[in-house]
């Protein structure tokens, strides 16, 4: 075999990047063999996302060097990469709503002067990449009106399109289906056949040990290990990327289910805005210290349940009690009134609902709260109390450790992990009765993960009502003390925690079974 053929797909050479007094990487060194599909893991602000963005151009290495296929090269930006074989697609995708899926892929990679002309022969050419590699989209469809699996087998195209033979993907499944995932990884699986090199970033240690070849851990900036899948375990591979063992598991002790009922909602009727039914008359109580699950295919309604509880939309029927007050339909809780009634809610979308990203990380940890007397200066309460709000905010950090430790940073400027961390801060910090929380650790590294169940736990024993939203059914038999399982906008089945597995609740799921209430 000659030496070009034993030579790495990619290989990062004593790879080290600083961002003023930030130390992202650290002499880095990696090495991926072609055609093969190599994990990327590490909590958040290990360095994973620096590391790809240096390999794909968007900054450059303060020290070390790059080589594809045994050359050095220099990689100065992203239309270098992409001239390298290089391709990228990011966990936020980068396509334009108001364009078609076909002139998304040829933005910016026009192959003639003539659009018409060029339109048919990069239809032409993604028809046959369609075919080879089963990523099917709709050419001719608005992106803004597509859903997010289809979305992310676009930016794969995308990138395809453009020639990557070395394909990056930044945490691809944190806004799929367990559906959508598989058919992914189906795809993915078939890439590699043809002889794409995958890099995957992902905080899904299942995921690294369905789909990689080789898996390297990351910490603190620093390479710890590089291991074959085959002789690691995701218990091995969680421990190294926090540097001590980690419990994702139920625990041991379990909370006694409380009798003060904290919310009951009934007849929950919603359509959405093609008409068709997203609640079909919903009923559920939550009651003191408990943690109820709800589990279904995205899509089924567990979004619009959230929204109709936490007062974002008013649905068309039902009634819904919050302590002693009582809701209709056409006078229905409003978010203001739900805070005053100690309703918490951390939505599912953080970026679009649950912060401002262009506000300091001070203002994003008093949104929602910022009317509230704590937060009124004196003498007469009508301005802002910038200083109380700062360091509320320092003493919010502190205990649910958001990193960096800095309230005047950009929100958009924290990892997402830290994002989420900080929205929670501010919602549990209220001392809520009821806590509604959507997908709670989506994109989130795995010492943190354990770190928002501890939280979620806590506060159960202390007496509120968590009614929790996941698309993973792995947090839900860690957290729940009963299950819901939604499916067309109906409660399907509803079983204590003792009853469920994952077949039973995959079941449910798929309307293939109904179980009566526990």
């Known amino acids: 075999m000659s030496d070009s053929k034993r030579a790495p797909a990619v290989r990062l050479c004593e790879i080290s990047k600083r961002f003023g007094a930030v130390q992202a990487n650290r002499g880095v060194t990696l090495a991926v063999a072609p055609g093969t599909v190599h994990g990327i893991v590490g909590e958040n602000g290990a360095g994973k996302s620096t590391l790809m963005a240096i390999l794909y151009g968007y900054y450059q290495a303060d020290e070390g060097h790059i080589e594809v296929g045994g050359e050095r090269v220099s990689i100065a930006n992203s239309?270098?990469?992409?001239?390298l074989g290089v391709g990228m697609v990011h966990q936020h995708f980068m396509l334009v709503d108001?364009?078609?899926?076909?002139?998304?892929?040829?933005?910016?990679?026009?192959?003639?002067?003539?659009?018409?002309?060029?339109?048919?022969?990069?239809?032409?050419?993604?028809?046959a990449l369609m075919q080879s590699t089963g990523l099917q989209v709709q050419l001719d469809a608005l992106v803004g009106e597509l859903p997010v699996g289809e979305l992310q087998r676009l930016e794969i195209l995308k990138a395809l399109y453009r020639g990557a033979k070395i394909l990056?993907?930044?945490?691809?499944?944190?806004?799929?289906?367990?559906?959508?995932?598989?058919?992914l990884f189906e795809t993915l699986r078939k890439l590699r056949a043809q002889g794409t090199t995958i890099l995957l970033i992902t905080h899904k240690l299942k995921e690294v040990m369905a789909l990689c070849d080789e898996v390297t851990v990351m910490r603190a900036g620093q390479v710890i290990k590089t291991t074959a899948i085959a002789a690691t375990s995701p218990e091995d591979l969680a421990e190294a990327m926090v540097g001590r063992k980690v419990n994702l598991g139920r625990a041991e002790t379990q909370a006694a289910r409380g009798q003060a009922l904290r919310l009951q909602a009934s007849g929950l009727r919603l359509r959405d805005a093609h008409g068709v039914p997203a609640l079909a008359g919903v009923d559920l109580q939550?009651?003191?210290?408990?943690i109820v699950g709800v589990a279904g295919v995205s899509g089924n309604g567990q979004s619009e349940l959230l929204e109709v509880l936490s007062g974002m939309r008013a649905p068309e029927a039902g009634e819904l009690q919050l302590g002693e007050v009582r809701f209709t339909a056409g006078a229905w809780l409003a978010p203001k009134r739900a805070r005053e009634l100690k309703l918490a809610h951390v939505p599912e979308d953080r970026h679009l609902l649950g912060m401002v990203m262009s506000f300091p990380a001070w203002e994003t940890a008093a949104l929602g709260y910022h009317e509230q007397a704590q937060y009124r200066a004196a003498p007469l309460g009508l301005a802002m109390d910038q200083d109380h709000m700062r360091a509320q905010t320092a003493q919010m950090m502190e205990r649910f450790d958001v990193r960096p430790r800095d309230a005047q940073l950009g929100s958009s400027k924290f990892s997402g992990g830290n994002q989420q961390k900080l929205i929670l801060a501010r919602e549990i910090g209220q001392q809520p009765q009821v806590l509604?929380?959507?997908?709670?650790?989506?994109?989130?590294?795995?010492?943190?993960?354990?770190?928002?169940?501890?939280?979620?736990?806590?506060?159960?024993?202390?007496g509120c009502a968590v009614l929790l939203v996941s698309s993973e059914l792995d947090e839900i038999l860690a957290l729940a003390d009963r299950v819901l399982v939604m499916n067309c906008g109906?409660?399907?089945?509803?079983?204590?925690?003792a009853e469920c597995d994952e077949k039973t609740l995959g079941l449910l799921m798929a309307a293939q079974a109904e179980v009566a209430a526990a």
Do not use: W, Y
């Open 79 to 83: 239309h270098q990469a992409i001239a």
């Open 98 to 127: 108001t364009l078609s899926c076909l002139d998304n892929v040829m933005l910016g990679a026009e192959p003639t002067f003539f659009l018409a002309r060029g339109k048919r022969a990069v239809r032409a050419k993604l028809e």
């Open 168 to 183: 990056i993907l930044d945490e691809p499944t944190a806004v799929l289906t367990p559906q959508e995932t598989e058919q």
């Open 286 to 290: 939550l009651r003191a210290g408990e």
């Open 436 to 462: 509604l929380v959507g997908q709670p650790t989506r994109g989130v590294d795995i010492g943190a993960i354990e770190f928002i169940h501890g939280q979620l736990r806590r506060l159960r024993d202390e």
């Open 490 to 497: 109906r409660i399907t089945g509803e079983l204590g925690i």
